[in-house]
Structures are given as structure tokens and as C-alpha cells.
């Protein structure tokens, strides 16, 4: 028997080792990169030519009519795979006539990109190609969406990712078998292995494992409800991970900050801070457990862990009725994991009683607040005005029905503050905004602002990263 | 006996059609731009960081020093793979003290990357690695220049380029092996084939056929003056290709413009035209002379050229002294090239006494004049009054001695000025500028302004390029 | 016995017919607009020649200390006197070394300035000087405030404004005399005549009028609170302008568009849509009360109110108690408005018991909550988070105990949501920021977003406006 | 008898001593500015709501029509009345749909505006009115010119200017009457005192004295060959003013740089220097003599001055044929300018054949041809291909043929160089653009690049400027 799995990021049929799993290697991102500049190509040259045709000029160049884009409703902005936050915001387009359109334009990373969204939920090639065609980048004078198809680009698009549809099947560095497809930025997409990678594997694995980014109340929260009903896949087990530090942290532990010593109580046996943190596991243990699955806590193991404190853990998962692992799959390797992996298999035999949180017939407003309430543990939501106005409008067009509601909110809380640490209580969730992304077709209430590009830190990585030009080796990612 | 090559612009070991060729498909493309815009993520971090921390803060969070670098003097900008125009001239850095520093940036098309002109160079991954260290991407308040190592991004940028430096093998539609290995941007750079792939064809094939971008003014000059004097290799032949329709435009034809009708004189028989293009033709010829070797001319056949045409350049071709063979490939596939294949074997066996235009003791202002009069047929050199005085700077400073001289010139007129067709004489060519590519070790005397970008047209082609969903085939790129 | 007067907007001691009032005729606007724009080309210069030099060239050539001013923290922005929404939001210092230091910049309309805001308060020149070397311009990469002092350039701003510190004596068209002196922006500053035209005309007149922009919750709250603290004057009257339309809009009517047709209900009879608005100027009328004066109200005569509509207003003002007059001074000049000289010479022989809202004692939150409970009506406040994080900040510095509270709310509205009209209840007053005017001294709480540069419409009144040659008379400005 | 005179710089009836002229006194360049930056508000808008309105929306609610302005041909910039070099070049429009067109713009200083070179050469109300109206302030899509009048902008800026028509009287510290009327930018105008204020001196004063900036090949020039045909009248003598160190400075003399100690050869006697840089004085005569006059040279006395090297100067001149007189006003005020008043009214006396050097009929070519050899010594003219282009267009438009040439050229040097000292010979004058002024009705060949707007330096001057605060005084100015 093996355990295998997808894990969200990458390509093609070759089995490489997870040690260049760093450097692009599955050729995914760049083919989302390059369709989704190719689509941000298109909108751009066509403001300009309409710009500088007249009606008449630009049917008997290109047989084209007028868009007639709105340069101050683009919504769509460019995207590059780097942390470049030198280019979050921009202005493009300066200089002569055949210099482009200027306006304020962004560029987002390239797993943000929606084309990285579509890539983790659709069926096959057709799906792709319709999709690619759906998605909208800007809005006409008259408030109407300009689309992909409508700047015939979609075509071309979904030649760049022909094969990126096709997950890469890797391996780990023990040689078992891993497919690596679509990494969607769960910031604002559903942040999951693909459907497809999912499939895939169900045929061809005795255990089928699929990562979900984050914890119960964003990966778990999509996954649930919007990847299982777009697959129409259901899990038998729900693997939910924790460390002691980040238990310690939940518990009022000090704040940990990149680059800076990690402070004492991270290092020393601390029973009172894991004690206190224990509200966050349980409240994720409640999540998981509303979708009728009884989760397997793993608790991944650091060298500083006490079996005090291991104790304690195992001890609070159990009594409110999960199983518990201990896993030293960082030390031993697999064989680290064997503990973890039996819980797994034995929670597999469990009888599970699959419900989705929310009927589709549901409406947008109902929906939030459910969420809100009873993942996020929230006392009520709040809409801003333009929030407010942006979703009556949306829960007035039926196609809008269809749509996943896709929450954005930080990962480093159950609420909206990542300051708010444990399990908070008697809060309102402020919804500040609701992006429409309609070739994915995911509905996003925003609680808080969205960064779809990261900063480079002032001490970056890439530093310690060389070539042993000798064996041409990559040295210093890890 | 097989006639093999290299072509410019790919990467690693795969047998792939020709025809997914426009897709990127050897991956090399995405590799130099992904290494590039790291760069470019590494210096605008770094401006960012300097600007938001004092000296004391830098040292402790990240044990760096002030660079110190000019704003005003950045000279790299970013690079993308498509033509957006809209890119060429941005604002970056726009927002808050965590968004970047704010500057004036560019984007090229990746092509035209440095990056690309070292890969086409270079000899081995330490070559490589050593060269990717010694870019200059900035000055710093003094003048000094910023390089790629100063920024310590040379090693994590040669490990994005570690698979780019094998040349792809690829075939022809018939299945004839061809390498495909670099392809800088002739604008600027050499325009060849690689190196590493000229060295590995040689080694495998009977015959080794290799690309040179452009006429014989820009690609052979710099075949014949730079890649070879880089390689250490000679040439036993040198193809000279042309076409019936480029000749009638050298004898004075209409302006031929992208969308509009071909002008009639294109598409029927006119042999005055032919023949008052003829002079272009006997140019090119007697430059390749200077070199010590005969051309074949091969004249690519177009359906339209008639019989008296087609005659009227072999006999001019002959009388010059050169083969002449007619190839119609496009139409009959390889065998439609036999009468040029037997030409060019027939050629190998002359005795060549290949000799270098210049000798490398030559000082810039007399090889760029030497150039100008004897490959290009100007009659002097201006130099503007800024170029002057970077000239002067450059033949003062030993260290430039060794560099290659790379003119940017036109490749639409034997001149500068794009409409003097034929062979123009009585010219001065003026140079505006001298670019300093420090890790190809080029310096680029400008003959008129650069675009590193190019524009995509008002009829672009991707509205014609789509998927067939059911096979996966790419329609519409040709 | 004559009524006398100062109008909020500007300078010298010239009799000028009110007719030429738009052009900038005191010459005040130009001057504060000269001032603040040096204070910029200081700040940009200084900012500039930092970044170009070290330290020890800085010494050298300027014996000037290093500043340090952040770019992401530069609070001032340029003015100028038009409607120029085009210059809102705008990038200076493109170019090279020499052409200024790159960043995000604004416009804002000249009477924004906080030059006029100060040109308002001052006692004398020695305070104008005093407070010119106060204001914030920016602030250093330590957080610390850049005044205009430290940029040396509040001695040349005092020159620029020499002259305008003097009111001007203007006459109303039927020569009766006004003093024109300062008119700032109501929306972040006081909006009132200056203190220094109040001395003025308290010395020369029997009567002395003074205009305090918008309605009770901004102008005479402002008046009461700030003016009268700063000067140390008392009223004795407080006149309150009414009109029958403004009592319709309030009472339901439709929305008035400009360069639309007014609706019907604004031109004919309509008693219920008077009598709904009614609240609205009792709301007034009360709050004018809590100031210890009893108001007049002043309904101001439109040619389409009925003798029934006036009447309506006038019971209802006379039984809240106030003294209420017809005035025609439209219609029939300085004899239309002597019902209402009568009204306001027999209130000021009221005894009247003059107190503040709150005392300087008063805490920045409480004196808000007091403000947005007793004069808007609201039900309580919220601050935004960042709003809260400032108020603590400001709360914690006893240097700004002194500073007065400067309410920014929009005038449209006794909430801050333009829409409500009448007197609405129950409605919470949202803080979303607190601006600083250090010169000024004054403490803006921002309920709302807040725009310095209004727009032209796109029917602009300047296209009506032109010079009779032969006279030299402006046409159309009226 | 007394010598009266204009300069340029100003506007109302006010006697004002000279000490306050630099704070803007008479008003004049703030009327300039204002009317100017209208302009730009009515472009700015009107390409705002163009591009938000359909052409439908824009007639009903403005009755205008589309002017399709191109953003990428705007020619004007705004103007401000400081040398505020972080406004040279801006982006503008940046934000919303109501926050202005998105474009690249310019600021220049007050004076360079084409409004001010208008308020110089105009003859009353009616012809300032319409030559308001011919600013061409952009090309629309077809290329066709888009005025201030197509904008219906200019009654109202005349509105602003109506005042600055009138010339300021002014006085000397001595008090003598000095008119002080428009200053246009020599740079690309006519750089003189107003037609109007030299009408009005003509008719009041026995001797009238008018100033011309720059030296006889900038000043004079345009003086002979523009201002004197349009306003008809001719003058009787010709002041040429040196200094002792000026003509150091053209012999040869070191640099000397604002801000450091002036070098020695410009503080000690030095005759060698003064011989050598007498070239240059005689040249300026020479030029003048081709009008018909015979110039005096003015020797500006400086204390550094020595006996011999005045007497150097003094016998050079009269070797040449002119008068030479000493003046010490600087010292001495209006008695030590005798000597030179005697020389003046002496001259007078002269028979004048005024004559221009070139007639209307010339062409532009020809004209710039006459210009640079007869007045600068140059050897010849080179049109940039995108000057050549524009003359030839502007050549063939018989329009064009009553516009004035205004020569665009450093003041530094007789040659384009500012490097140039002497008189140098030999050379060949660049013209790399032709400016096109319609409501000047100029037509400005560019020798060089040219700043609208200059720079403030690193140690201003504003930083030594003050008020007395008790008597008001500015202290500092000088």
C-alpha cells in the first residue's frame, strides 16, 4: 500500500526531485505567465489602436469595431513570478502614439493570476478553452465587461497552456510519486491542487492525499465547499496539521520576526503557552468536523518539541474526538510519517456523512455571513458601502447564482486581524469589497485588502542561491 | 550525407516539430527573462531597502552596505516575451514606503536581454556564471557601476539558467535534426546561433549549417567579426539568401505595408526593378568577399517569380564570381533544396583565407569607421557630441580593449535611414550613443535610436491562433 | 446707522465694485498660492540636491544638514487657483538628476492652502511669520515632522503674503462698504472672514457683519467653537439663511441636477415638501441656541415662493422661537433686506449668555463625540482603525491640547452621507482620519474622504465669460 | 531732460520703488499664469469628458462637439512663477474617471508663457483678444491644430489679463519714472519690454531707453528684425554693455561656478585676457552696425576694474567707429551714468538708415541661414530630419509666411555652444525643431534643447529672505 498525492504548484510527465521543485521546474507558472501578459498584451495594443483609428479606419485595418474601453475600469493587471513589489503599481503606456495606452496599471504574481485559479477547477481542454474566454478585463464606457473572447485572445491563450493542463508527476526525495498542478494564490482563489491532478491520481493510487493551502477555516473552508462541489469528489479524512510553535503563538507567545532571533519560549518547553493555545486546534477540529468528517490531527514535529508538550496536544485532540499523530517526516523521512499514516488509513474505515455548508441556492449575503459565524466564528459581517452596493447588485443577476463564493481574508487569524491570535470571539467581519472573477466563475468577498504581489524581504534568499559550476548543481534554496 | 544545423533561439534535448516552434517550447525564452527580472527584483529591493533604512538598520538586518545607487542611472529595465509596446516606458515603485522604489523603468522584449547575448556566447557554465556577475545594471551616485554580483543575484540567476545553456534538439517538418540555441536580439547583440550549439553540431554532423540574423551588414559583419573571433571557429561558406521581391524593392518598387495588398509590381513579372536591385545583391556580395570566402547566393523562390527574373540574378550573381542556386524548399520541401545543397558542398571544397576585418588592437572610433565604409559603403562617421565623449572615455580605459564592437544599426537599408534602398553612397553614418554590455562584453555603437521592445500590430496574429480541443493542436500560427 | 460687513476672499485697500470679485481681485489668493508653491519648490529642491550629494558635498556647497525627508510621508501638495481635477493626483520629478526628485504629488485649489486657513486666524505679521515656519510639510525617515522652518523658507513665504495680511475694502454694488479678507476652504479649515477684518470693521462701524461659510453644523460650529475662541470676540446676533427650495430638497424633494431643468416641485407650490423640511432648520436653530444666542432667520426670497410657503416657515421659526424676516435684497437691493436690519438690530438687544461646546480641557474624543452628538445629531462615533491609531498618538502629546478641533463633514448633509436629508436620527459618524495643520493649529477629524481640488463641469462657466474691447469690461460672469 | 524707460517685467499705475520689483509687484505675472493654467483646465477637461461621454451625452449636456484632442500631441504645458524644477516634466490625470486624462504634461516658469510673448508685442484690448483665441494648445487625431478658441477659453482669459495690458509705472531708487511691462523668455520670445509701454514712453518722456535681454545676437536681433517691424518704430541709438570680466571670461578666463570664490584673472588686473576677449565685443558691434546704427559701448564699471584694462576696451570700441562711455551707476547711481547719457544724446544726432536684414518675403530657410552667418559668424545651417521635416511643411503653408522668426539659441555663446567663447568661426548651427506660436504668430527654429523651466539651486536664495515684522519690510531680497 502507498500513500500518494498532488501537491498545488506545477507540469509535464517527468519524474524530477522535489530539490529543483523551487526553480519553476514543471513549466506551469510560465505558461500561465505568459497566456494571462499575452491577454494583457491584447487589451493594451487594441486601447491604442482605437485610440488612434477613427471608426472607419480601424474596420478597414483590422475589421474590428470599437471597444470602446474604459481606461479607469481595467481590472486586470499583469503578472511576473517573482515578489517584485517595485511593480504592484505602475504606469504604463508613456511616450509616443505607438507607445501604448497610458494609464495607472499592476502587476500581480503569476500564481495570483486567475489563469492559475481556472487551471486548479477545470474538467479538460474544452473547459480551459471556454473559460479562458470568460474571464473579464476591463469594463466599456457603458459599464459593460470587456472579456478575452472579446479581444479574440482566448485562442491564443490556450495555446500557451496546452500543456499545462496535464499535471508533472514528480517525486519526493524518497522516490514516491507526487503530481504537482496549479498552485492558485488561496489569497484569492481556491488555493488547492487541481481537479484534474485529483482525478488522475484516484485512478492510479490506492491512497489518494491532495494538499490544501492553509488551515480549516480558508483551505479547508474551499475546499470543502467549493472545490468537493465543483469536482464532485468527497474526501474520506481530513489530515489537519499543527506545530507546537504556532500553538505557542496562538497561546500569546511573542511575536516571531523573520531575520530575528526566535524568541526563548519558542525554544523552551513552555506547557502554559501550548495550554493556551489549544482554543485555536479545537475551533479548526469544530470546522472540519461540520462537514461530517472526523479530522486526524498531525502534529509535525521540531526538535525543540518536549513530550510534555506533545502530550498536551495529543491529549486535547483526543478528548474532543479526533485522532492524533505524532509525524517526524522531517527527521526520518517517510519512515517518520508511519505513525501518521496508520491514523490515516484507520480514520479511512469511518463512516462520513458528507454536507456542504451552504445550498448554491443560497445568496451571496446569506452565504458570507454563514461562513463568517460558523467557520470564522465571527459575530456578525459588515459591508462597506461600496461593498454593499457591488453585492445587491450581484445577488440581483441570476448568473451570478452559479458562481463560488470564494472568501479572501488573512490566514493569520480566524478573523480579519492578524494581530487577533487563538480563537476570537464577539467580532464583526468587515467585507470591504467583492471581486468578480468570471472565467473562474468565483464571487470574492474581500475582509481586508488583497496583495496579489509579495515584497521581496531586505535580506531576500536569492543571496545564498549559486551554481556549482562543476556539476551544475543548485545550491542554497533550502 | 546530411545537411544539419542550429537555429537561434531554444533549449533543452527534446525531438519537437518545427511547427510548436513559435511557443517557447524550448523553455529557454522563459529561463533568460526569468533570470533577467530577477535582477531587476534584486535592484529595485535593494534601492528600496536603502532608502527606507539607515546605514546602522541596513547592516543589522541584513549585514549589506550602502550601494548607493543612482535613480537616474538605472540602465537595465525589465523584460517580458511578447511585443507590448505599452511596456516600453513605465513609472514603477508607485505607493507607499514598502512598494518599491519610485523610478522611471522600461521594459524589452526578453530576446534582447543581455542574458540572451551572453547565452549565445558563452563557452561553459562557469563562463556563464562569471559573466552573469559582471552586468552593469546601474551607476551608483559616484559613477561606479552596479553590477549583477554587487546586488549577489549572479548565482541565483545562473541557477535559472542552469538547463538554458544546453542547445534543444529539435527536427524539421521531415524530421532533419536542427539545434535550437539562443536567439539574441540582432538589434543590439549578435543575432547568432549559439556557440555551444555551433560546437556540438560540429562534432555530430557531416555538414554544419548555422543562422546568422539579418544581411550581410549586420549578421555577417558580426558573424565574421565577433562570433567567430569568440568561437576560435571559421566558416568554409557563407549562403547568401535572397528573394526576387526584396530585390525589386532595392530597384526602387513601392512601399510594401503589413495589411494592405501587396503592390502590383510584387506580384507580376518586372525585370527593370529586378534588375535596378541588383546593386544591394553585389553589395552583400563583395562584403563576404572581404572575408576571404565566395557566397553562394540561394534565391528563396516565391510562386510569383517568373523564369527572365530568376535568370537575371544568377547571371549578375555569376558575373560577380559567386555560385548561385535556386531553393524551393518552402514549396518542395528538402527536395526543393538539392540544386542548393550541391552548391554549397561544391563550395566547401574552395580553399578560404578567412581574415578578420579588424585586429582587436583596433581602437573603436577606426573599427566603427572601418565598418562604415567598407561593409556599410558610408562615406564617414559622425560621432554626436554625448557618443564622442563616451567614446573617449572607452578607448582611455584598458579594460574595454577586449570588447566586442557591436553596431546597432537598421537592417532595412545598407545606410542608417531605413528608406535609402539599393546601395546608397555619399552617406555619413552618425552614431548617437555607445551601450556598455558589460557581461557579453559588447560595446554597441548606435547608429540611430534602439527599440528593445517591439509593437504588436493593429491586426495582431493571435486573434487567428487557437486550440483544437479535442487533439490539443495549436491552429492558426502560421 | 449702518450695517457693515467682511466677506471671506481677500487683500489690499482698494474700492472695487463687487462686480469683478472672480477675478482674484484683492490679490490675496495669488499671494498664498505664491507662498505655498515656494514651500514646494523648497521641499523638491531640498529633496533633490539630498539625494544627489553626500553629506560632505551638502556641507560644502550649502553648509546645510541633511534632512532626510521620506517620499511615502510628503503631506503637502502644490496649489493653484482653478478647478483642476486633471492635477489631483500627479508624478513629478521624471526626468534626469537635475529635474527634481521623482514622487507621487498633489494639487489642490489655492483657498485649500493652509496658508489661507492661517491668513484667517492671525493677530498680526509677527504671528503670520511665526506660523508660517510651523507647518508640516513632511516627514523624515525617523518619523519626525519637516516644517517649513527647517526648509528656511518661512521668511520668503512671509514676503510673498506682506501685503495680503491687510484686508481689503471692497463696496457692495450699491457702494456700501465690505472688507474682503481670507476665504478658507470650509471643508478642512474654519471658512470664515478673518479675524483681523472682524477688528477691523468693530472698529469702524456701528454694525459689523461677519460670514461664516455653510450651515450650523459647519460654519457656525466652527464660528462658535474656533473663531470666537481664537479671536476672543463675541456675537451678538447670529443670522441663519433659508430659503424655500433648500426647505423642499430637505423635505423629500427630487434631486436637483445641474445643467438640468429644475423639477416641478422646486418652481410651483408645495407646502407638504416645506413643512417635511422644516426639522432640518429647526435642527439649526436649535443648535444655534446651545451658543446661548437666539437666531434670526433669514428666509431668503426666490421669485417662485408663495406667500403660503413663506408663511409656513415663518410660524414654524417664530413658534421654536426665533425672530424670522423676509429679505428681497435680490429683487430690490439693500430696501429689500430692512425687514431684516430691523430683525437682527432688535436682537442685539438681547441679552445673550455666550459658552462654548466644550471646554480646551476637553479630550480630542470627547470633543468630537460632543460635536457629532449636540450639533449633527448622530447617535455616536466610530473611528476607523488607522483614525484610532492616530488619536491615541495625538491624544498622548500635550502639544496638541491647544490645537483647535477642525470638523471636516460634508455640508450636504447634518450626517456625512450627503444623501440624508432633513434631520436624520440614529446614525453613527464615521472618523477615517486626522490631518494635522501645524501652523494653523488646528486638529481636522476627517468624517469622510476629503477633496482639496474640486472639478470644472463639462459645461464650464468659463466658456461664457469674455472682455468687451472697447470698454475693457468682463461679460458673463454673473 | 530727462532719459525715461520701460523694462520688462510688469503691470498696473503704481509708483513703487524698485527694491520690491522681484516679489511680482505689479501684478502682471500673476494675471500671465492665471489666464495661461485656464487654458490648460479647459484642455484638461474637455479631453476628461470626451473621453467619459458618448458623442451624444456630450451634445446634450454641453451642445459641444468632439474635438478629439491627441494626448500624445499636447504642445502646452502650465505655467508657475517659480523655478521649480520638479515640475519640469509630470504625469497628470492620475485616478478616476473624474479625476482629469491621463498624459504626460509640463510645467515652465510664468514667463516663458506664449501669453506673456503676447502681452509684449500687442498693440491694444482688441488684438490681445484675438490673438488669445490662436494658441494652438494640441493637434487633434487628424492633425489638425487645437486653439485656445476651439476650447472657447479665450474671452475668458483675456478676462484675466484685461489689466496686465496696462504697463506698471515704476521708479528708479532715485525716482525716476521707469514703465515695466511683459517679459517674455528670451529663450524662445521676443525677450523685450512691451510694444505698449514703448508707445506710451515715446509719447511722454524726451528720450526713451527700452531694454533688450541677452547680447546683439539674441536682444538686438530680435529686437531689429521682429519688435521694431511690428510695432513700426526705429531707433535712434543702440547701447551695447560690457564688463571688464565678461570680456575676460571670452578671451579665455577659467570657469567660474555660482556658489564658489571667483577666480583670480576676474579680480586682478589682467589685460592679456581683456585683449583676447575683445573678438567677441567687436563681433556684437559689427552685428549692430548691419541696422544702420552705430552702437555705444557701455562699460558696466566694476570696483575690480583697473585704469588700463578700461582703457583697453574704451580704445578697441573707438578704433572700431563706436562711442564708449564709462558708467558707474552702480557706485554712483544716476551721476555716474552721465558720461554714458552724454554719449547716448550725442548719438541721436547720428543719421540712422535703420533697415532690416532680411525682408518678409524670405523664406524660413533662408532666413535662419542670413540669421547664423550674418549675426552669429556661423559658417552654415543643419537641419535635423525632423526639423527639415517641419520646415518644408511650414515653408509650403502660406500662413506661415507673416510669422515672425524667433531664433531659439544659447545666450552663453555666439555658437549653440555654450563652450564657445570668443568669437568663433567655422562652425555649423544645428536646428533640430521649429516651435510653432500661433497667437504670437512666431515661428522658433531650435538651436539646441531648450528649458522652460529653470532650475532653483542647492543653496537658494529664498533661505536669506525675511520680513521685518515690525515695519513689514522684506529683508534679504538683494
Known amino acids: ?59 478597414r485595418l483590422t475589421g474590428m469595431r470599437r471597444l470602446d474601453i474604459d481606461p479607469c475600469q481595467v481590472e486586470m493587471g499583469w503578472v511576473i513570478d517573482f515578489c517584485a513589489q517595485a511593480l504592484r503599481s505602475v504606469i504604463i503606456g508613456m511616450g509616443a502614439r505607438s507607445d501604448g495606452y497610458m494609464m495607472q496599471s499592476k502587476f500581480g504574481i503569476a500564481v495570483s493570476s486567475e489563469l492559475m485559479a481556472i487551471l486548479a477547477i477545470v474538467r479538460d481542454l474544452a473547459d480551459l478553452r471556454k473559460r479562458l474566454g470568460e474571464i473579464t478585463m476591463a469594463y466599456d464606457k457603458r459599464g459593460n465587461p470587456i472579456t478575452t473572447a472579446d ?19 514528480c517525486s519526493t526525495a524518497e522516490y514516491q510519486p507526487v503530481m504537482v498542478h496549479a498552485g492558485p494564490f488561496a489569497n484569492i482563489a481556491v488555493g488547492q491542487s487541481s481537479i484534474i491532478g485529483d482525478r488522475v491520481g484516484l485512478k492510479l493510487f490506492d491512497y489518494h492525499v491532495t494538499e490544501s493551502g492553509f488551515a480549516a477555516d480558508i ?91 506533545i502530550r498536551v496536544v495529543r491529549r486535547a485532540a483526543e478528548k474532543a474526538g479526533a485522532r492524533c499523530a505524532l509525524s517526524d517526516h ?7 510519517a508511519l505513525e501518521l499514516a496508520d491514523a490515516v488509513t484507520d480514520a479511512t474505515r469511518d463512516k462520513v456523512e458528507f454536507r456542504y455548508l451552504y445550498p448554491m441556492e443560497m445568496k451571496l449575503r446569506d452565504r458570507v455571513e454563514l461562513i463568517a459565524k460558523e467557520v470564522y466564528g465571527a459575530g456578525g459581517v459588515a459591508w462597506a458601502p461600496e461593498a454593499e452596493t457591488k453585492l445587491r447588485s450581484l445577488e440581483s443577476d441570476a448568473r451570478y447564482d452559479e458562481y463560488s463564493t470564494m472568501m479572501v481574508k488573512t490566514h493569520l487569524s480566524l478573523s480579519h486581524d492578524p494581530a487577533l491570535k487563538g480563537a476570537p470571539k464577539n467580532w464583526i467581519l468587515p467585507i470591504r469589497d467583492v471581486l468578480v472573477y468570471s472565467g ?39
Open 219 to 309: 483551505g479547508f473552508e474551499k475546499f470543502w465547499n467549493v472545490k468537493c462541489r465543483l469536482s464532485g469528489l468527497q474526501p474520506h479524512v481530513s489530515v489537519l496539521t499543527t506545530t507546537i510553535r504556532s500553538l505557542k503563538m496562538h497561546g500569546g507567545g511573542s511575536k516571531v520576526v523573520a531575520g530575528l532571533a526566535l524568541p526563548e519560549e519558542y525554544r523552551r518547553e513552555n506547557l502554559k503557552l501550548v495550554e493556551a493555545g489549544l482554543a485555536n486546534l479545537l475551533h479548526h477540529i469544530g470546522v472540519i468536523r461540520k462537514s461530517g468528517i472526523n479530522p486526524v490531527v498531525c502534529i509535525n514535529r521540531f526538535t525543540t518539541d518536549t513530550a510534555d508538550e
Open 1 to 59: 500500500m502507498n500513500i500518494k498525492g498532488t501537491a498545488a504548484g506545477g507540469g509535464n510527465a517527468l519524474l524530477i526531485p522535489m530539490t529543483e521543485f523551487s526553480m519553476g521546474l514543471t513549466g506551469d507558472i510560465n505558461d500561465v505567465m505568459n497566456a494571462h501578459n499575452l491577454a494583457m498584451v491584447a487589451l493594451t495594443g487594441r486601447m491604442q489602436h482605437e485610440r488612434n483609428y477613427s471608426d472607419e479606419q480601424l474596420r
Open 330 to 336: 522531517w527527521g526520518k523521512g517517510g519512515e517518520g
Open 151 to 169: 479581444l479574440e485572445v482566448a485562442g491564443a491563450m490556450c495555446a500557451w497552456m496546452r500543456n499545462a493542463i496535464n499535471p508533472t508527476l
Open 440 to 478: 473562474a466563475k468565483f464571487l470574492c468577498p474581500c475582509a481586508g485588502s488583497i496583495s496579489l504581489m509579495p515584497g521581496t524581504a531586505s535580506n531576500p534568499g536569492f543571496r545564498r542561491v549559486d551554481v556549482d559550476v562543476q556539476t551544475g548543481k543548485v545550491t542554497g534554496l533550502f
